[in-house]
T-cell receptor, first 110, second 119 residues
Framework: QKEVEQNSGPLSVPEGAIASLNCTYS??????FFWYRQYSGKSPELIMF????GDKEDGRFTAQLNKASQYVSLLIRDSQPSDSATYLC??????????FGSGTRLSIRP | GAGVSQTPSNKVTEKGKYVELRCDPI?????LYWYRQSLGQGPEFLIY????????DSGLPNDRFFAVRPEGSVSTLKIQRTERGDSAVYLC?????????????????FGPGTRLTVL
């Protein structure tokens, strides 16, 4: 089992709709959780982090964390073509290193 | 201020050669991470430094890979006897510190990466 798992996609969402990206992790001792966006040929850039159960909202983005289910998600409201990218889930394990998932490719169709 | 910088941006080498990849973190960031990213994959953890010491090197694939950070700032990833399978983008990231109550201090800022091609 991979430490951090994501559906590779591609996930295709119409412009203006909500995109939902999911991630599961295996280490129950994981402390903090991150979502990064990576455009093709570029480095990852941080969108949000979350460490408490529940929802955290920042503009059009909402991160959701459920530690009991070992599940993290990212919702993108009012999806824009510029949101088309690969979204990487990252988890800080109990060993303090940060492990990335393989990423989900998101495509926003006009 | 300046972000994380990495040099060279591209490196082409022949199988069996030695290469060095350099990372210059954000000033004041004590934690520094090296990752390797292959096409279609997420960044694969290699090693992380807290200050001058390697706090976790469990991701280094074998003893051909070695990294140093002698003064707690710039880091060099060294690969001996390169193999074609080493071809990837090598990413460096830094953060203010790797642990503590403030999760924001775990936030990693990535450099542009070095694309290594082993022929």
């Amino acid at each position: 089992q991979k430490e951090v798992e994501q559906n590779s996609g591609p996930l295709s969402v119409p412009e203006g709709a909500i995109a939902s990206l999911n991630c599961t992790y295996s280490d129950r001792g994981s402390q903090s959780f991150f979502w990064y966006r990576q455009y093709s040929g570029k480095s990852p850039e941080l969108i949000m982090f979350i460490y408490s159960n529940g929802d955290k909202e920042d503009g059009r983005f909402t991160a959701q964390l459920n530690k009991a289910s070992q599940y993290v998600s990212l919702l993108i409201r009012d999806s824009q073509p510029s949101d088309s990218a690969t979204y990487l889930c990252a988890v800080k394990s109990s060993a303090s290193k940060i492990i990335f998932g393989s990423g989900t490719r998101l495509s926003i169709r006009p | 201020g300046a972000g994380v910088s990495q040099t060279p941006s591209n490196k082409v080498t022949e199988k069996g050669k030695y290469v060095e990849l350099r990372c210059d973190p954000i000033s004041g960031h004590t934690a520094l991470y090296w990752y390797r990213q292959s096409l279609g994959q997420g960044p694969e953890f290699l090693i992380y430094f807290q200050g001058t010491g390697a706090a976790d090197d469990s991701g280094l694939p074998n003893d051909r890979f070695f990294a140093v950070r002698p003064e707690g700032s710039v880091s060099t990833l060294k690969i001996q006897r390169t193999e074609r399978g080493d071809s990837a983008v090598y990413l460096c990231a830094s953060s203010l510190r790797p642990s503590g109550r403030a999760v924001s201090t775990d936030t990693q800022y990535f450099g542009p990466g070095t694309r290594l091609t082993v022929l």
